[in-house]
C-alpha cells in the first residue's frame, strides 16, 4: 500500500521505479496528511523550526536557450532584456547582507555576454565583500574547466535543474541544442569539483507522467543532490506551451514530502513558483517538508522582466521587502527565518 510504501522510503531512503509509480498513482489526502507528518519529524530533527533564506539576484535575463516552457527564451521578442551592472548587483547584496541574507543566488540566462573572468570576478568581488556569505551560482550549462574556475574564485554551491530524467520527455520540452545527457554530465561534473549540487524539475510539465516522475526519483537517488528545487509548471503567454494546464499544489506538495523522506537534510526550497499557484503555496511547501525560502533581492524595477511564467509573485512594489513578508509568513505556521549561510550538513549513516 501507500502508507507501506511511505514507511519503506523514509527507512531506507530509496524505492524501486514501480513502487514509485505505485506510489504516486494510487495516493490519497490520507496518505499525503500521513507523508507529511512523516516529512515534518525528519525536517525537525535536522533543521527545528528553523528555515534557510536564499537571497536570489536575478543578473541578466538574455538567453541563448529556447527551452518551450521558459518566457525568458530567446525567441521571444517580448521579453524586455536587461543586464545588471556589477555595481548594481553588489548594491543588491549589501541590502540582502543588512536584511539578514547569508547565501546570494546569482542566478540568469545563458548569457555568453559574460565571459568565465567576468563570473569569476563577480564571485570574487561578492566574496571578498562578504567572507561570511555563500555564494551560489545559477547560470545554466558550462564546461568542466569554468565550473572549476568559478569554484576556485569561491563559489560554494550551483544550481541547475535537470528538468526531467526521462529522454523522451526531455525532448518534449527543450529544441535539439539541449540534451539530458549533457545535463546530467554537468551536474555530475559540479558534484566532482566540489560544490553543493542543486538538480530539480517542475511539477507537470507537458508530458511528464507518474514514470517520468519516477525517472526523476531515481535520478536524485543516484545524483545525492544536497539540494533539489522543485515547483509548479506554470504557462507563459509568450512560450509555445501558452495553452497549458498548470503543475498543481497538491502533487507539487506531495513530491516535497517524498523529497524530504528520500534525503532528510536535502536542502529543498518552498519555490516562487509554489507560491504563485496558491496564495499560502511556500508555507503549505515548508508544513510538507521544506525548509528553505528564496525571496527576491533584484531591484525592483527589473523584477517584472525576469518572468519565467505568468504571474510570479513579489514582483510588484509591495515586494520591496520580501524578507519581512516571508518571516511573517513562516511565524503563521509556527517556524522562523533564520540568520545562516544554511550549509548542506552531511549525515553519516543515512
Ligand atoms: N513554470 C515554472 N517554472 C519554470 N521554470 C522555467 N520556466 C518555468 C515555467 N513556465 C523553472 C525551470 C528553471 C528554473 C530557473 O525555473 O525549472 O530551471
Ligand atoms: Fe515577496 Fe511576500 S515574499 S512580497
Not at 549533457?182 to 554530465?185: A, P, S
Not at 504563485?276 to 496564495?279: F, K, N, S
Given at each position: 500500500?501507500?502508507h507501506?510504501?511511505?514507511?519503506k522510503?523514509?527507512?531506507?531512503?530509496?524505492?524501486?521505479?514501480e513502487?514509485w509509480?505505485?506510489?504516486?498513482?494510487h495516493?490519497t489526502e490520507?496518505?499525503?496528511?500521513?507523508?507529511f507528518s512523516?516529512?515534518?519529524?525528519?525536517q525537525?530533527k535536522?533543521f527545528?523550526n528553523?528555515?534557510?533564506t536564499?537571497?536570489?539576484?536575478?543578473?541578466?535575463?538574455i538567453?541563448?536557450?529556447?527551452?518551450y516552457?521558459?518566457?525568458?527564451r530567446?525567441?521571444?521578442?517580448?521579453?524586455?532584456?536587461?543586464?545588471?551592472?556589477t555595481?548594481?548587483?553588489?548594491s543588491?547584496?549589501k541590502?540582502?547582507?543588512?536584511?539578514g541574507?547569508?547565501?546570494?543566488?546569482l542566478?540568469?540566462?545563458?548569457?555568453?555576454?559574460?565571459?568565465?573572468?567576468d563570473i569569476?570576478?563577480?564571485?570574487r568581488t561578492i566574496k571578498?565583500a562578504?567572507?561570511?556569505c555563500?555564494?551560489?551560482?545559477?547560470?545554466?550549462e558550462?564546461s568542466y574547466?569554468?565550473?572549476?574556475k568559478?569554484f576556485?574564485?569561491?563559489a560554494?554551491?550551483?544550481?541547475?535543474?535537470?528538468?526531467?530524467?526521462?529522454e523522451?520527455h526531455?525532448?518534449?520540452l527543450?529544441?535539439?541544442?539541449?540534451?539530458?545527457e549533457?545535463?546530467?554530465?554537468c551536474?555530475?561534473?559540479?558534484?566532482?569539483?566540489g560544490?553543493?549540487?542543486?538538480c530539480g524539475?517542475m511539477v507537470g510539465?507537458?508530458g511528464q507522467?507518474y514514470e517520468?516522475l519516477?525517472?526523476?526519483?531515481?535520478?536524485?537517488t543516484k545524483v545525492q543532490?544536497?539540494?533539489?528545487?522543485i515547483?509548479p509548471?506554470i504557462?507563459?503567454?509568450?512560450?509555445p506551451?501558452?495553452?497549458?494546464?498548470?503543475?498543481?499544489?497538491e502533487?507539487t506538495l506531495f513530491?516535497?514530502?517524498?523529497l524530504?523522506?528520500?534525503?532528510?537534510?536535502?536542502?529543498?526550497?518552498?519555490t516562487?513558483?509554489?507560491g504563485?499557484?496558491?496564495?499560502t503555496?511556500r508555507?503549505?511547501g515548508?508544513?510538507?517538508?521544506?525548509?528553505?525560502v528564496?525571496p527576491?533581492?533584484?531591484?525592483?524595477g527589473?523584477?517584472?522582466?525576469?518572468?519565467?511564467?505568468?504571474?510570479?509573485?513579489?514582483?510588484?512594489?509591495?515586494?520591496?521587502?520580501?524578507r519581512?513578508?516571508?518571516?511573517r509568513?513562516?511565524?503563521s505556521?509556527?517556524?522562523?527565518?533564520?540568520?545562516?549561510?544554511g550549509?548542506f550538513?552531511?549525515?553519516s549513516?543515512?
Open positions: 500500500t501507500v507501506e510504501l511511505i514507511d522510503l523514509n527507512k531506507e531512503h530509496a524505492l524501486k521505479k513502487e509509480v505505485f506510489l504516486l498513482g495516493r490520507e496518505d499525503a496528511e500521513y507523508l512523516c516529512a515534518r519529524k525528519q525537525q535536522y527545528g528553523c528555515v534557510y536564499r537571497g536570489l539576484i536575478e543578473f541578466t535575463n538567453c541563448r536557450n529556447d527551452c516552457y521558459c518566457g525568458i530567446k525567441s521571444n521578442p517580448n521579453a524586455e532584456r536587461y543586464r545588471l551592472t555595481e548594481q548587483i553588489l543588491c547584496a541590502s540582502g547582507y543588512e536584511l541574507f547569508r547565501t546570494f543566488v542566478q540568469g540566462g545563458e548569457d555568453l555576454a559574460y565571459k568565465d573572468e569569476v570576478c563577480l564571485v571578498e562578504y567572507p561570511d555563500a555564494v551560489t551560482l545559477s547560470i545554466g558550462k574547466e569554468s565550473y572549476q568559478y576556485d574564485a569561491g560554494d554551491r550551483y544550481l541547475l535543474r535537470h528538468e526531467t530524467a526521462d523522451v526531455y525532448r518534449k527543450h529544441p535539439a541544442e539541449l540534451s539530458l549533457h545535463r546530467k554530465q551536474l555530475y561534473d559540479l558534484k566532482e569539483i560544490y553543493q549540487v542543486g524539475f510539465s507537458p507522467t517520468t519516477a525517472e526523476d526519483m531515481l535520478f536524485i543532490p544536497q539540494m533539489v528545487g515547483g509548471f504557462p507563459h503567454h509568450d512560450t506551451f501558452r495553452e497549458e494546464q498548470a503543475g498543481t499544489l502533487l513530491l516535497l514530502g517524498l524530504r523522506l528520500l534525503i532528510p537534510n536535502l536542502l529543498l526550497p518552498a516562487t513558483a509554489l504563485t499557484i496558491a496564495p503555496g508555507e503549505q515548508i508544513l510538507a517538508g521544506a525548509n528553505v528564496m527576491n533581492l533584484s531591484p525592483v527589473v523584477r517584472k522582466k525576469y518572468e519565467l511564467y505568468d504571474n510570479k509573485i513579489c514582483t510588484g512594489d509591495e515586494a520591496a521587502e520580501c519581512g513578508c516571508l518571516n509568513r513562516m511565524e505556521i509556527g517556524y522562523e527565518l533564520v540568520v545562516d549561510r550549509d550538513v552531511p549525515v549513516g543515512l
